[in-house]
């Protein structure tokens, strides 16, 4: 059984085309593989809390060592480690926004990434990802197009592949 992450970050609703292509791909996905287990985050309606110095200061320190203060700041970051590490694959759903993520994307990535559970920082100093074997799918959808040979690829920030063949392996 493979355990499904299925994020959204577009904050339209029904006009969004990245909820309906990641949506899409979630029912194929379902009807193909009907024992997987699938947790849905809804991150362009219902966004995480930016990081700030307390969460800082918890995110270096013991949680032994922590204050209060740290302790609940670093509480919904626990939560959604917790939620990633349990996933075998991730699906994503991802508009461009200004040649970019929205930015609720990049807060639930400052939560997620964290050191000594998604990330370690070896003795030479160089950094290990501690997440491995993990399968990711992305979605995204945009206005312009980024692909090779047009004037606007430069502006590509690395997310434009070519289109899967089918969204069931
Ligand atoms: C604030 C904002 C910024 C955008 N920036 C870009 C951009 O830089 N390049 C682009 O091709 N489309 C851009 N678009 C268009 C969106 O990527 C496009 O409408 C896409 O369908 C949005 O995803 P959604 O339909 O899932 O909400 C932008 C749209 C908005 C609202």
Redesign the pocket.
């Known amino acids: 059984m493979t355990r499904l992450l299925h994020l959204d970050t ?3 609703g029904d ?6 292509l990641s949506k899409d791909f979630i029912t194929h996905w379902k009807a193909a593989h009907p024992n997987d287990s699938i947790t849905y985050r809804d991150l ?1 309606h219902h966004p995480v809390p930016l990081v700030n110095e307390t969460w800082i200061a918890a995110a270096f320190s013991a949680p032994d060592q922590r204050t209060p203060e740290q302790a609940t700041a670093i509480a919904i970051s626990d939560e959604l480690v917790d939620e990633f590490l349990a996933a075998d694959c991730y699906v994503l ?1 991802i ?6 993520h929205p930015a609720g994307f990049k807060a639930y990535i400052d939560q997620i990434v964290r050191p000594g559970r998604t990330f370690s920082v070896e003795a030479d100093g160089s950094y290990k990802g501690l997440v491995t074997g993990k399968r990711m799918v992305i979605i995204t ?4 197009s ?1 692909r090779q040979g047009t004037p606007a690829h430069a ?1 590509d920030p690395g997310l434009t592949q070519e289109p899967l063949r089918s969204p069931v392996a």
């Open positions: 577009s904050p339209r006009r969004s085309i990245s909820r309906a362009g759903g508009p461009m926004y200004n040649f970019s959808a945009r206005s312009g980024y502006y």
